[in-house]
């Protein structure tokens, strides 16, 4: 409503300036008289269509009474075939300018500090490691390294100088606790060869052939039968009664520190040949030491696999093994022994 009410004054409004603006230009020749003719001239080719007058007072403004029709006969105002009325061509809504995109400002990249934070970074999916396609399985445990075989020893002269020199070389090259080694010997021999025994006395035991070289005593280095307390025909003090013969059966030939006998000696050589090259005698102090060593894990089975420590059961079914009972409490001064030593 408001629109059409606007249409009609504008109209009216330009009627009136056209009409005027004649009026004055007719009856004022004195304007200059080129400027006169040129408006005039101007105002007389307007042309009006008197249909359109009427229109504009009856307030018809609809769209397809707008439309003039065309009519090659019609004249003007002042009587002159002026062609066709002008055509009434409906104001459009003006177009806003269009405004000019606001400028996007690149986006500058954010230097990876190599650690993985959020907003992500470039290069953090390098450092997140990748999405790995199946999850990782567990590996076995690593089994620890094997320590490297100790050399073998080639000279008559054994290693160590006191008696816990060689337990501790012998625990080392056999995996077996050296505080196991000390309890057998204290046991076996232990009021007749003291642990803290001088390394001058040592060394003339621990040594491949004391009992024929003449450097030795048979008796002192329990280098005789121990059953029938007699010294073997192979050395030089052969035949020399050491003790009193124990009569338990037939004999054995135990001799040695950890009292050892000729059937266990043999049964050990296949072992020992890798660390002892040459002659073994269970005579020898760490001979003796090493052949108990492997004969004792031999007859457990299954040993312990920790090299100082064994379990009660173990220390019991040692004892037992050697002895060939648990009788004369053997098997229980054994553990005790080992638990002082240990």
């Known amino acids: 409503m408001l629109t059409q009410r606007i249409k009609i004054l504008a109209s009216m409004l330009i009627a009136f300036i056209l009409v005027e603006g004649y009026t004055f230009f007719s009856q004022n020749p004195n304007v200059i008289p080129t400027q006169a003719e040129n408006i005039k001239g101007l105002l007389s080719n307007l042309k009006f269509n008197p249909s359109s007058f009427t229109r504009l007072f009856t307030l018809n403004f609809s769209d397809s009474n707008n439309l003039a029709q065309v009519n090659s006969g019609s004249t003007g105002m002042n009587g002159i075939n002026n062609g066709p009325p002008p055509i009434y061509v409906p104001p459009t809504k003006p177009i806003k300018p269009i405004q000019p995109t606001r400028q996007i400002q690149p986006i500058k990249p954010t230097p990876d500090d190599e650690l993985v934070d959020f907003p992500f970074e470039p290069g953090d999916i390098n450092n997140l490691g990748g999405i790995p396609t199946n999850p990782p399985k567990p590996t076995n445990k690593p089994k620890p390294t094997k320590p490297p075989a100790l050399p073998a020893i080639t000279t008559p002269a054994r290693p160590g100088s006191t008696l816990s020199e060689i337990f501790a070389e012998?625990?080392?090259?056999?995996?077996?606790?050296?505080?196991?080694?000390?309890?057998?010997?204290?046991?076996?021999?232990?009021?007749?060869?003291?642990?803290?025994?001088?390394?001058?006395?040592?060394?003339?035991?621990?040594?491949?052939?004391?009992?024929?070289?003449?450097?030795?005593?048979?008796?002192?280095g329990m280098g005789y039968h121990t059953q029938t307390g007699i010294v073997p025909s192979d050395a030089t003090d052969a035949g020399t009664v050491c003790q009193n013969p124990i009569p338990s059966g037939a004999d054995q030939a135990i001799m040695g520190i950890i009292q050892i006998s000729q059937e266990e000696e043999d049964a050990a050589k296949k072992y020992t040949t890798s660390i002892i090259k040459g002659d073994i005698d269970r005579r020898v102090l760490f001979d003796n030491t090493l052949i108990f060593a492997i004969i004792t894990k031999n007859r457990l089975g299954d040993p312990p696999t920790n090299c100082n420590d064994w379990p009660d059961d173990a220390i019991r079914t040692a004892a037992e093994k050697h002895y060939g009972a648990c009788s004369d409490n053997y098997c229980e001064n054994i553990l005790k022994y080992y638990k002082e030593y240990k």
């Open 170 to 220: 012998v625990s080392k090259r056999e995996c077996i606790p050296a505080a196991l080694l000390h309890a057998f010997q204290t046991q076996e021999t232990g009021p007749w060869w003291p642990f803290d025994s001088p390394s001058s006395k040592v060394k003339i035991y621990n040594k491949f052939g004391w009992w024929t070289d003449g450097s030795g005593n048979s008796c002192t």
